[in-house]
Structure formats: structure tokens, C-alpha cells
């Protein structure tokens, strides 16, 4: 998979340099290009942003050097070319794993009050939020998309079965995990997890998932 991200703060991107990404980086299993929007732009004090027509608190990014990039980094439309924003489908599991489908995706990360509306027009297939809540930057959004849909990616992930039994993989969240020691601080592993009995095991799982998916997000049991 190859991910083009533009961005006015490529240097955020290092977060995606370790742990299991940066691995997947290192082999070679994805491709990510961060796009300094900023080098885009033809004013000649490089500036990206102005002050809002209609008047308004803040600045918002000047289309041409948006538009320039991303036609540049994909000038045939190759990608599925998404804006983060808070206006956007609030992401779930179901398009992380479409979005996974694609091999080329573009991601533009807005600041400041966001982007001019024609870029949106123009050039973006579609808008994606994280929740709904307002954050400075669409950088933490766009490295939180990343990162859900690499792990959908062929040998990211060091066991392929863990995207299969995780939270929402079932419209369940997961059920409670246990590692060494079987005692810690006088609380015990629940004893069915050592019995060696896979079907009693199973079955405890799925009934603690959906007593904690009950509990806490009751919403995904009553969707179905
Ligand atoms: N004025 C805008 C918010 C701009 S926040 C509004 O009220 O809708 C600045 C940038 O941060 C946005 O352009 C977007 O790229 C990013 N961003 C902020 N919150 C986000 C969220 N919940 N999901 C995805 N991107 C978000």
C-alpha cells in the first residue's frame, strides 16, 4: 500500500516510525510520503493561509497550494483522496477495513479553522473524522486512520488472527485479557483460562464480550 499524506507539519509523522508500523516500514509492507504542503505554495513567503471572506475567528488554508500538491503527488487520480475533519464520517472498524481494500490512498490534513471549500470540491473523494471532537491539526487524525488501516495490511500485524478476534471485528468489544503471572497482587487468572478446555475458553470469551460490550457500549448490541 502507498500513502501520500499531506501535511504543513511532516515532522509529526516520526510517530509512525515505531513499534509495529515502524517495523512494517523498515520491511517494506507500505510506503508513506509526507507532502510539505507549504513547498507548494507560490506566494512568495510560501503562505498557506488567510483570513476567513464573511469575517471570523482565524485563518483558513488558501486553496492553490492544496490543490497544487495533491495534483502533483496524484495526477491521475490514482487514490482514494481523503480530508480529516470533524465534519467528516465518523470512522469505524467497517471503513478502516474498506479503506485497507485500496492501494493507493492520499491523506490531507487541515489546520488553523481547516480548508477552503473548493479544495473539498475539487479534489477530495471524501471527508473523515476520528470523533466528535475538535483537535488543532488533522495530522493525529491521519496517523490514527494510518495506523488502523495497516494493520489490515498482509503481515503487519506479527499474528494475522489478531485483527480477526479484537474489538469490533464482531460488532463485539474484546474480551479480557490475562498474561504471567497466573497471581498478581492477590488477584487471580479466572480459572476456565487454565483449565486447558479451548471450548469452555471460547465460550467464556464470548460471554464476557458481550457482557462488557453491554456494560459499556450498548449501542453496538442494539445496532445490530
Ligand atoms: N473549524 C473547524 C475545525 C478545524 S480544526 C470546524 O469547526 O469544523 C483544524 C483541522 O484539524 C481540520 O481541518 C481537520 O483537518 C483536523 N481535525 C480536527 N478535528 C478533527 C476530527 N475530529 N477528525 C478529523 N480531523 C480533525
Redesign the pocket.
Known amino acids: 500500500m502507498k500513502i501520500d499524506v499531506l501535511t504543513l507539519f511532516p515532522e509529526m509523522f516520526v510517530a509512525l516510525d515505531s513499534s509495529l508500523m515502524g517495523k512494517a516500514k523498515e520491511k517494506g509492507l507500505f510506503e508513506l510520503n509526507c507532502h510539505n504542503i507549504r513547498n507548494y505554495s507560490i506566494d512568495k513567503h510560501k503562505k498557506c493561509d488567510d483570513t476567513p471572506f464573511g469575517g471570523g475567528a ?1 485563518m483558513v ?1 488558501t486553496p492553490q497550494p492544496i490543490h497544487d500538491c495533491i495534483n502533483a503527488v496524484d495526477p491521475k487520480h490514482k487514490a482514494v483522496r481523503i ?6 464520517k465518523r ?1 469505524n472498524q467497517q471503513i478502516v477495513k474498506e479503506l485497507s481494500q485500496n492501494s493507493d490512498l492520499l491523506i ?8 477552503d471549500q473548493r479544495v473539498i470540491a475539487l479534489d477530495i473523494d471524501m471527508e ?11 495530522e493525529l ?2 496517523m490514527t486512520l494510518i495506523d488502523a488501516v495497516l494493520r489490515y495490511v498482509p503481515n503487519v500485524l506479527g499474528n494475522s488472527q489478531s485483527t480477526v478476534d479484537e474489538s469490533f471485528s464482531s460488532d463485539l468489544l474484546e474480551y479480557p485479557q490475562y498474561t504471567r503471572p497466573q497471581e498478581f497482587c492477590r488477584l487471580s487468572v479466572p480459572d476456565v483460562l487454565v483449565s486447558g478446555n479451548h471450548q469452555n475458553i471460547e465460550q467464556w470469551r464470548r460471554e464476557q464480550s458481550i457482557e462488557i460490550t453491554r456494560r459499556v457500549r450498548p449501542d453496538l448490541l442494539e445496532d445490530k
Do not use: F, N, Q
Not at 480530508?83 to 467528516?88: C, K, L
Not at 473523515?128 to 488533522?138: A, E, M, P, T
Open positions: 482565524g488554508m480530508y480529516m475533519s470533524p465534519r467528516g470512522l490531507l490534513c487541515g489546520h488553523y479553522e481547516g480548508v473523515i473524522s476520528v470523533g466528535d471532537y475538535v483537535l488543532s491539526g488533522g487524525p491521519a
